[in-house]
């Protein structure tokens, strides 16, 4: 690449925040919604929506006309839907949600992403929230965090968990243990989606998500038939199981640590027990994905300060090293996906052999 090509494409480094925030500031202030109520509206009107001026009403949809988002007619002076009429509410509301939490959980604390780095912890969470600790905790303690974080989640694994369970065996009467499980949703729809007669799965997390994830099995009908077993998994896997589910967890973590993981489940089951994996992955040539433009930022200077996904390869040959065959690895195919996607999640099933 030429100098002159790589000034242009740090040019769009450099806007691309501002982009960001200018279009999101244009669904906040609810421009958008009146042009969609009400049809083409002038400045003047769309500022009395917005209770702002129609100055800065034009500066922030230059813009949204520039990417045809929006539709300007000079005879008229005014303003209508481009492109963003023809999406879909539901994909609205899914792309809404996850610009949403990068706000909030990403911009704020992207300031900090040097220090994260080099502390291997997201500095961000202490200097605007007084939090020790990663963003899963935070949100726990910190409603703004919260709901931004679980809105844009919750889309996701409704979208996500029934292409895993479609995917993966579980025999007939398993025992499972749901690993890093939270409160129990893992636990749920594998009866959900996976039930069979003898079928128990138990949750396996930190002891101050029990009394949540037993009253979740209450509400479901599911306490006799759910479980859960407090602990680290950094301090040993339970045993006694023949099925153990990793989802939404190895990435969160720098190789030393997935290794921990891998080797303590290995250490709890038999040869022949099976492992279940949900990950995201990165393709194997990097230059095809939109992950690691979003990734390296979320987990290093924002979630955990470490970790981060792999290629499915990778994760492949860290099982090996650890004692499991892989059986079946599968990646979501991004022509299913929606074009707002910026990244493939990937199961993993492997057999301990050794």
């Not at 400045?43 to 006309?65: K, S």
């Not at 749901?178 to 949703?185: F, I, K, P």
């Not at 004692?323 to 690895?329: I, K, L, P, S």
Request: with cysteine; net charge negative.
């Amino acid at each position: 690449m030429t100098a002159e090509a790589t000034l242009t494409r740090f040019r769009e480094y450099m806007v691309g925040p501002s982009r960001f925030i200018t279009l999101l500031s244009c669904f906040e202030l609810g421009l958008v919604d009146a042009l969609r109520d009400s049809g083409p509206l002038t400045a003047q009107q769309l500022a009395d929506v917005a209770d702002v001026t129609p100055d800065a009403v034009q500066q922030l949809l230059h813009l949204m006309v520039k990417d045809e988002f929006v539709t300007y007619d000079e005879a008229g002076e005014t303003y209508a839907l481009g492109g963003l009429a023809d999406i879909a509410g539901v994909d609205l509301k899914r792309v809404l949600s996850i610009s949403t939490m990068i706000k909030v959980l990403m911009l704020r604390q992207g300031y900090y992403m040097t220090e994260s780095v080099r502390a291997g912890k997201p500095v961000g969470l202490k200097e605007f929230y007084d939090f020790d600790g990663n963003v899963y905790d935070a949100a726990t303690v910190h409603k703004e965090l919260r709901e931004s974080w679980g809105k844009a989640m919750d889309t996701y694994t409704a979208h996500i968990d029934p292409w895993f369970f479609e995917n993966v065996e579980i025999p007939d009467g398993a025992q499972v243990l749901d690993l890093a499980g939270n409160t129990g949703l893992g636990a749920i729809l594998t009866h959900k989606l996976k039930g069979s007669p003898g079928l128990h799965v138990t949750t396996f997390d930190l002891p101050k998500k029990e009394q949540d994830a037993l009253r979740n099995f209450r509400e479901h009908g599911l306490d006799d038939r759910c479980g859960f077993i407090g602990g680290d998994v950094f301090q040993g896997v339970p045993s006694g199981f023949n099925v153990v589910m990793i989802k939404h967890f190895l990435d969160m973590f720098d190789k030393n640590e997935v290794f921990a993981i891998l080797h303590g489940v290995n250490s709890a089951i038999e040869v022949g027990a099976l492992v279940h994996i949900l990950v995201p992955v990165y393709p194997e040539n990097v230059k095809d994905s939109y992950g690691v433009d979003f990734f390296p930022a979320f987990f290093l200077g924002c979630a955990m300060g470490k970790g981060g996904p792999q290629k499915l390869s990778t994760y492949r040959e860290w099982l090996a090293e650890c004692g499991f065959e892989v059986t079946n690895a599968i990646a979501q195919n991004p022509a299913d996906m929606p074009p707002d996607s910026w990244a493939a999640q990937a199961i993993l099933s492997a057999r301990k052999v050794r």
